[in-house]
């Protein structure tokens, strides 16, 4: 039953990023790219490493990705004042408005995805999944940092 757990949880993820990646090819954002999109409207100003960090994907990845979402104007990248390392990232305005798109998806999904379950349930589910992120998260940061889990 356990080793259920994670293969159940990763064929929501799968299932729900290709719907995603398919309904929003008409509003011109790529693979993935909702996710970026979404996480800079929520965190506004937030720096390129933290965005790398929430989403638990490596830094090559999250410059492309920004990259091309600031080649599209949907997003604007500045120098951080406090470190020019640091890239702060923003949503324009075309990015805010399709980021309500985003929103009415996300809503739409988890509609379907708590059908059957009762408040309390789905309450429930919230908390033991937020358990399970944070173990998930915790260990990908060890491992990123080049250790080695033992099993």
């Known amino acids: 039953m356990a080793d259920r757990i994670l293969r159940d949880i990763g064929t929501i993820a799968r ?8 309904e929003f090819k008409n509003i011109s954002l790529e693979k993935g790219q909702y996710l970026y999109l979404s996480r800079i409207v929520e965190n506004p100003g937030i720096t390129q490493g933290k965005l790398s960090q929430i989403l638990c994907v490596d830094k090559t990845t999250t ?7 600031v080649e599209k104007k949907i997003i604007i990248k500045k120098d951080d004042p406090k470190n020019k390392k640091n890239k702060l990232l923003w949503a324009n305005q075309e990015g ?3 980021y309500q798109t985003l929103k009415r998806e996300s809503q739409h999904s988890t509609k379907i995805a708590l059908e059957g379950l ?7 589910t919230e908390k033991i999944l937020s358990v399970i992120a944070q173990n998930i998260v915790k260990n990908w940061a060890f491992v990123k940092k080049g250790n080695k889990r033992h099993y």
């Not at 009762?118 to 429930?124: D, I, V, Y």
């Open 63 to 69: 410059n492309r990705a920004i990259a091309r979402l």
């Open 96 to 98: 805010k408005l399709l």
């Open 118 to 124: 009762s408040t309390a349930e789905a309450e429930e």
């Open 15 to 22: 299932a729900l990023d290709s719907i995603s990646n398919i």
